[in-house]
């Protein structure tokens, strides 16, 4: 089967349209197409369902899709092989992670100083996509990335996986908030106040529901519709409480923008998880190298 075909119902998924998908590609939209009717008289069955300048997957292009991704993965790996280049190691980080912690693993596994192999030894070329857990969790899925590295969030994952550090647990408010001054606070003067969460199933309402059955039973939570930068800007303009990683907040502690409320009770620390494709390929020496690295840099370390 023609590559090209299988690239090109990527192309339109990933792009939202064949008009779109031929622009990435770099071909006229007839052509686009003549190579998903192609692709669909190969297998016999219809792939795309054509509504405008849109299309969707039929139930057969759902399930070749993966399989579609991977195949056009192996290409690149064996044309890199043939070349010699090294292979690539797709990395997917949280935000917090990647701004505060990221770039001390990848110094460590480009240069070896965490006593392990370097990226350089290792042999891979690493590529960083920085972005929020549902779009990290939709491109592993996809097979577009072969390792992610989140907070842990509560929920079971699935596949090879392993915690590689531990990051401090930390109550913040803004500076203005009626618990700002106080030298400790209770959780009974913290429950009189909303937390903030940023989303459905994300790191912060993990945490406040974890502590929550210790702590924190009752705590009324407000769903904040965006991204982290948001949660912490409603934080800081006193809106409410955020229960975060201490990495996350880091910057905006340091600025002033956020202070840290020091509860009467300890708060346990919160797991960073890495989760790795089953097959990674070429890549693996790598992907071994730098979970070792990602241990070694563990925030709670010492």
Known sequence: MDSRYLRALVAVVDHGGISAAAQALGYAQSSVSAQLKRLEADLGVSVLVRAGTGAVLTEAGTRLLPHARAALELEEQMRRAALGDRPRLRIGAQES?????????????????????????????????????????????????DLVLQYDNGARALGPHTVVGHDRTVLVAGPGHPLARRERVTPEQVLRHDFLVAERGCTSEMLVDRFGRDLLSGAQLTMVQGSLSALLRLTGHGQGLSLLPALAVARELEDGELVELHLTEQLRPVAIVARWRPRPGLAESALRALLDVARRADPLGG
Do not use: C, I, K
């Open 97 to 145: 992670l990647a701004h505060a912690w990221m770039p001390d693993v990848l110094a460590a596994l480009e240069y070896g100083t965490a006593g392990g192999p370097s990226g350089r030894d290792a042999g891979a070329d690493v590529e960083l996509t920085v972005a929020n857990r549902a779009v990290l969790e939709r491109a592993f899925g996809a097979g577009e990335l």
